[in-house]
């Protein structure tokens, strides 16, 4: 279960990018609590694409963007990200091309609407979010949801 603090940040995300027409979604530790994981996130992390990754400085210019930094990911593809913050909480939007691990699960649609409070958001789907995490060699994560989904079919 997210606390007021996630769900309020993720209120102002999901208004800023209906607003300004940008596809996005739930990644991480928030997505996997927003689908019934028992999982305590710490940060609000969302992917959205490249293109857009530039126009984030401009709309949320009054939660202190961070520049834009490279990730640099050993024999990946590299991916940009910009840190803001929402209250106490830091938020990393995640931008790729469209070929990106991230993005590409994103423009296939592999993403679910959830229901958070009065709102619809765009979450990826677990499938999606483990086989990220195994691309990333992130085992770890990957195993706990693909655990998480075959005893919870």
Not at 42 to 64: A, C, E, G, M
Request: hydrophobic share 40%; charged share 30%; aromatic share 6%.
């Amino acid at each position: 279960m997210l606390n007021q603090e996630f769900k309020e940040a993720i209120k102002i995300i999901n208004l800023s990018f209906k607003e300004n027409k940008i596809k996005w979604a739930l990644i991480g530790s928030v997505n996997m609590a927003t689908q019934g994981m028992n999982v305590n996130p710490n940060d609000l992390d969302i992917v959205i694409q490249l293109r857009d990754l530039r126009r984030i400085k401009d709309i949320f210019s009054n939660y202190t963007p961070s520049s834009i930094k490279e990730l640099k990911i050993s024999g990946e593809e590299p991916a940009w990200e910009i840190k803001i913050t929402i209250g106490d909480l830091e938020v990393h939007i995640l931008g790729e091309r469209d070929t990106g691990k991230y993005v590409s699960k994103l423009l296939a649609n592999r993403i679910i609407q959830m229901r958070l409070d009065d709102m619809e958001i765009s979450c990826f789907t677990l499938d999606a979010e483990a086989q990220a995490y195994a691309e990333t060699n992130r085992k770890n994560k990957a195993d706990l949801i693909n655990n998480f989904l075959k005893h919870n079919k």
